[in-house]
Every structure is written in C-alpha cells, then in structure tokens.
C-alpha cells in the first residue's frame, strides 16, 4: 500500500469514528436523563474508545503526511487547509476511479445534475463545504448572514479567499437579481470546485508528471488556465515546470 491509500485509509476510519461519536453524544444529549445508568455507562465507554483511536489515528496520519509529497510540496502551504479536513477529504476520493476534475465535481456534489439528483457523497460535500469556510476563515459551526454582505473579507489572505472574492464581484456584476446567499454560495461553488480541480492536476503532475488540461480549454475554446494556488512568495519549482509544460501547450497559466 502506497503512502496516499494509508492516508486515504485513516481518513475513511477518522471520518467514521467521528461521526460515531456524533452520534453519541447527540443521543446523550436527547436522551441522557431518561436512560438506565448502566447503558450510559457504555456509551460513555464507547466514546472514550473512538477518542482514544482518533488520537492513535492522527498522530499516525502526521508520520504519513511527512512522506507525501502533496502535503510537504503543496498542501501545508495552503492557507486555510488543515490536517484533520485534508485527511477525511482525501478519503473519498478515488483518483483511480476519477478521469477528469469533473469526475470528483459530480462525486461530491457540486454539478447541477448530481445536486439535482442528490446523486453524490453527502458526507465529503459537507467536508468540503468545511474546507471552503475555513479558506474564508469563518470560524464556528456555520456560515452567517453578515457573511453574505458585499463587504464581506475573509479572515484568511489566501490565494483560494482571493478566487472566491473575485468571483462574488463577479457574481455582482452577472447576476444583480441574485440574492447576496445566492451569490455567496456561488462563489463558494466556484472556489471549492477550483480546489477539486487542482487537486487531480497536481496527483497526476506528481504522479505521472501529465499536465491536466481542464474542460474549459479542451472544448470551449478557453486560452488559459488557473495553475494550482499555493501560497508561497516564491513558486516552488514543480509549479514552475507545470507552467512551463501548459505555456509549451499554447495555454496560458495564471495565478490569482
């Protein structure tokens, strides 16, 4: 087993046994009062096993992540990724099983069809969807009204923050009969797809050293492409030969 699919592994089992212990502590809350002391006992005991293999699971996962390039050369230095969310995400997704970005977009829900249709993986949605508030730096549990509002800045100066702003300008300008969560949430559409998107080209430029031409190129006539963000002063030098290999290709590459 390679250094991804152990970590993909320890994702699938800390998603599992944290949304156990969801569920748990949920019914104690619910229910705490009115069940026997013995079977509260359990649960009790129950949860302190999955806290127990939470710590085993991630402190292992910081010894993997050492070994994969995706985290050392890109990922860490990423504003607004973290270990925990990078783990459960990275989890479902399955490069083995997916031909294009898009592939990944319909998997966790962010295509109109497979949102329409309910036709994805609800928990890595709500992973991302997570990953996406914490590109914005929006602490807490949820996305506010005040976070709809035009003046609105993230907390976060990252390259991913920038791309959700500019395209709510965007949205502004395109769509002034859209509600501003409308007009959020469409931003931040964009923004987590972008970040889906950059995480096939940057598997398969490490991997296969394959430059990943996106859709809006290949069949709408686009010249350019948004290389993948990092937020380093200087390019290291994998996102240098990328842009050189997509400028060899005639496409121009950008950053934000």
């Known amino acids: 087993m390679d250094v991804l699919e152990e970590i993909r592994s320890i994702g699938l089992s800390i998603s599992y046994y944290e949304q156990q212990l969801q569920k748990n502590q949920k019914f104690l809350e ?3 009062e009115r ?3 013995k079977y509260r006992h359990s649960i009790e005991v129950e949860n302190d096993f999955y ?3 939470l710590v085993e699971l991630e402190k292992e996962a910081k010894k993997l992540l050492k070994e994969w390039d995706m985290w050392t050369e890109w990922l860490q230095h990423v504003k607004g990724v973290g270990i925990n969310l990078t783990l459960k995400i ?3 997704l399955d490069f083995n099983k997916a031909k294009h970005p898009s592939s990944f977009w319909k998997f966790c829900g962010f295509t109109a069809d497979s949102n ?5 993986n609800h ?3 709500g992973y991302l969807i997570r990953q996406g508030m914490s590109f914005l730096g929006i602490l807490g549990t949820g996305i506010k009204p005040f976070h709809y509002s035009e003046k609105f800045q993230p907390r976060v100066n990252g390259k991913y923050a920038k791309y959700f702003l500019k395209h709510r300008r965007i949205a502004d300008e395109k769509y002034p009969k859209w509600t501003k969560p409308h007009k959020f949430y469409h931003a931040m559409r964009v923004m987590i797809k972008k970040y889906l998107a950059d995480i096939f080209v940057v598997y398969h430029w490490f991997r ?3 430059a990943e031409v996106i859709y809006a190129v290949q069949h709408l006539g686009k010249d350019y492409q948004y290389l993948p963000f990092i937020d380093k002063i200087q390019e290291p030098e994998w996102l240098l030969r990328l842009k050189a290999e997509y400028e060899n290709m005639g496409i ?3 950053t934000i």
């Open 208 to 210: 296969n050293n394959r």
């Open 116 to 120: 329409k249709k309910q036709d994805f």
């Open 30 to 32: 619910n229910y705490g």
């Open 51 to 53: 806290q127990n293999k």
């Open 252 to 254: 121009k590459a950008l």
């Open 123 to 125: 928990n890595v949605k």
């Open 90 to 92: 990275f989890g479902y």
């Open 35 to 37: 069940i026997r002391e």
